[in-house]
């Protein structure tokens, strides 16, 4: 399994001082020094941690891949022509949710994301569509001309280490079956952790997970101590 880090909350953290620390750029680039397979940022209508600025330097900077998320809005469809990321994945957006809650609504808006998906695999851009593990949702996605899906892993992580872990946990593994059956290459992710990840191996053939929240946050831990460290030595 590939995996795509996403570095949203460490533009979080900068944005809650303005300026530019701690970077994004630099953040990428150790992710990727440290093995990652791609990195993913969610450039949200609000700016509110990715600006268009992150995005248009990380480009011509990235050795692995760029997965920028985005909602299927005019306005990213535009941005994603322009700067070409290796792949897009289109995920619902509303305003006042803290992070993405729910899946993408595509079996019922099908023809709508057809012609929102077409431009952008034309353009060579890979595809992929945010929805949770249901069978309406995966059959839809496969006629929509998008190569991907990434199941929202959010209600399995949830239940995890609860009575309804299995259901939740079933309802990847059908999904992603169905999915490939359907000739969709299939991701996965959101609230995914050092606890519950492993879980992942049992769904044959998943081809990457995108995690973001519990990265950026063991990070804080495990570089805390040397930066006290540092800042002593400086003062001593
Ligand atoms: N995949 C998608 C489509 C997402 O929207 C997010 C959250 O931005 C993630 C993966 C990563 O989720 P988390 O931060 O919980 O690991």
Redesign the pocket.
């Known amino acids: 399994m590939l995996l795509g880090v996403?570095i949203?909350h460490v533009a979080t953290l900068r944005n809650a001082r303005g300026g530019d620390e701690p970077s994004v750029i630099q953040a990428a680039l150790i992710c990727e020094q440290s093995g990652c397979d791609g990195i993913?940022i969610?450039l949200r209508e609000d700016r509110r941690h990715i600006k268009d600025s992150d995005v248009y330097s990380l480009i011509p900077i990235l050795k692995t891949k760029l997965n920028l998320?985005m909602a299927a809005t005019e306005e990213m469809q535009k941005i994603a022509l322009e700067i070409k990321p290796h792949s897009c994945?289109i995920?619902p957006e509303r305003r006042q949710e803290v992070?993405?809650e729910g899946g993408l609504e595509v079996a019922s808006r099908l023809d709508d994301m057809k012609k929102f998906v077409e431009p952008l695999v034309d353009a060579g851009i890979k595809v992929s569509l945010?929805i949770n593990p249901d069978e309406q949702q995966v059959v839809a996605s496969a006629k929509t001309g998008a190569q991907f899906i990434?199941m929202h892993t959010g209600a399995y992580s949830n239940a995890f280490g609860t009575q309804s872990e299995e259901v939740e946990f079933k309802r990847l593994k059908v999904a992603a079956k169905m999915a490939q059956d359907l000739g969709l290459t299939v991701n996965a992710?959101?609230?995914?952790n050092y606890e519950n990840v492993h879980r992942m191996h049992e769904i044959p053939n998943l081809y990457e997970l995108?995690?973001?929240?519990?990265i950026i946050s063991r990070a804080v831990f495990s570089g805390l101590s040397q930066a006290v460290v540092d800042m002593k030595n400086l003062i001593m």
């Open positions: 996403n949203d993913t969610h998320e994945c995920v992070t993405t945010f990434e992710g959101h609230g995914l995108n995690i973001g929240h519990s």
